[in-house]
């Protein structure tokens, strides 16, 4: 059994494209299950349930989880799968996606799968997937626009440059690659390190410090390219975005002192390529350069993270 495991915020079309697209996979649908989390028990998500409860198996909690890293130890807890897929509830999967995380935990040793993400651009998610919207499902609809939506979608910039250092067979750092929108794992893995760290409040590095934990005890990490999604990119507050990226990043070096996080640090502020990284935090050098892999998009991110005047105490 495999369970997906999603928390839920409260934008009930994206959610909707995101239930739609595992109707659309080509597993079996009775070797896996859906589990929601909202993020407020009264979230009003009764009508999405009954639309899809009868197409696919989920189970909803009845808690709510008041961080990301709680919903996701929520899941978990009322999962059945001996695998945990986790992902976001504004992504689009492909068809494939399922398949291609689960033939890597195929033979029962401690893995971790992490997939491809890209990101799609829509001021008006309604208008381009009114139809899909109106009936769920009906996935067709989305299997036949799944290449012209990915030839409109760009790479995700920050996972593009994290995913380099699997070219070089064993991947020196991989901790820095796994994001909760994409990413497998083993319940007798996640239990045995307790799961996320619910001290995490607002956005980021829950999900790398679990990853630094499990590389640590010596689980594997795999990248599968053709284990793609798509985030429906929507607006965000920056402002709190920067803040809880330091608070969270200060709460992180704190559990993990070591040279890894500071020269990480040094990463995103843009002072360090991805292959001194990989240097600095394992003498290990990358055969391939990192330089085409830097999207404007990310210069942007590094160049507004240094205009913010980001500090780590």
């Not at 189970?59 to 799968?81: Q, Y």
């Not at 920056?238 to 200060?250: A, G, P, S, T, V």
């Not at 002192?257 to 991805?274: D, K």
Request: positive net charge; proline residues 5%.
């Amino acid at each position: 059994m495999i369970s997906v495991i999603i928390p839920v915020a409260d934008d009930w079309k994206r959610l909707s494209l995101t239930l739609s697209s595992l109707l659309a996979q080509s597993m079996d649908k009775r070797s896996w299950e859906v589990c929601l989390v909202p993020k407020d028990v009264d979230s009003g998500l009764d009508p999405l349930l009954s639309v899809f409860t009868p197409l696919l198996s989920i189970r909803c909690s009845k808690r709510h989880g008041k961080t990301r890293a709680e919903a996701r130890n929520l899941g978990v807890e009322m999962s059945r799968g001996e695998v945990l897929v986790f992902v976001d509830c504004d992504l689009i999967q492909t068809p494939c996606f399922l398949q291609e995380h689960c033939k890597h935990h195929e033979s029962g040793n401690s893995r971790v799968v992490v997939g491809e993400v890209r990101r799609l651009y829509f001021s008006k998610v309604e208008k381009v997937f009114g139809e899909l919207i109106r009936n769920p499902s009906q996935y067709d609809w989305l299997l036949d626009r799944l290449p012209a939506f990915h030839v409109k979608s760009r790479p995700d910039p920050y996972f593009s440059l994290t995913r380099i250092p699997f070219k070089n067979g064993k991947n020196p750092i991989p901790w820095i690659s796994m994001g909760t929108n994409n990413v497998s794992m083993r319940r007798s893995d996640f239990e045995a390190l307790g799961g996320f760290d619910t001290e995490f409040q607002g956005w980021g590095y829950d999900n790398m410090e679990l990853a630094l934990r499990l590389y640590k005890k010596g689980v594997e990490f795999v990248y599968e390219p053709r284990a793609m999604n798509y985030h429906l990119m929507h607006p965000i507050d920056h402002k709190k975005r920067l803040q809880d990226i330091e608070r969270n990043f200060n709460i992180f070096k704190k559990k993990h002192p070591s040279r890894e996080l500071e020269a990480y640090w040094r990463f995103i502020q843009g002072e360090l390529s991805i292959e001194e990284l990989a240097w600095q935090t394992s003498q290990t050098s990358l055969p391939i350069s990192s330089e085409k892999h830097f999207y404007r998009e990310y210069q942007s991110l590094l160049h507004w993270l240094h205009q913010s005047h980001a500090h780590v105490s």
